[in-house]
């Protein structure tokens, strides 16, 4: 699947959700803004990560100061969700789906919405 997905670390992810909050490319100035608030990061740190992203494939240097991301969010959470249900539900999904009716962490609602998507029909 994505190759640039397995490899990105919890503290890529964080420079990940940035980018992936604009359609357009962002500055380095404004990562380094946003992640210093979010994230307490030094200025090396950002630069570093992004460095690492680039080198994965995951974002690219588009113009001088200007980063996009090359994985979008999408092809993230497929791989990580195949990843997780793999890792921790031996590759069910049924397990995973019975964990979270077991623990009641679906609601009458989320019960009904996923009912209307398993029969093809347009959740309300």
């Known amino acids: 699947m994505c190759s640039s997905a397995e490899k990105i670390q919890d503290a890529e992810l ?5 980018l992936w909050q604009s ?7 404004e ?7 979010r994230c307490g990061w030094e200025d090396s740190t950002v630069k570093t990560l992004l460095r690492r992203l680039c080198e994965k494939g995951a ?3 588009e113009r001088r100061g200007m980063y996009r991301a090359v994985l979008t969010r999408a092809e993230y959470d497929r791989w990580s969700t195949r990843h997780y249900i793999g890792k921790v539900f031996e ?7 019975a964990a979270l009716l077991s623990d009641g962490q679906l609601s009458e609602a989320d019960i009904a ?3 209307a998507l398993f029969h093809g029909e347009e959740p309300k």
Do not use: N
Request: no cysteine.
């Open 14 to 18: 964080e420079v990940m959700q940035v």
């Open 23 to 29: 359609p357009q490319p962002v500055a380095l100035a």
């Open 31 to 37: 990562l380094r803004r946003t992640l210093s608030a």
């Open 59 to 61: 974002v690219r240097l």
């Open 91 to 97: 590759g069910s999904a049924k397990k995973l789906v």
């Open 113 to 115: 919405e996923l009912s």
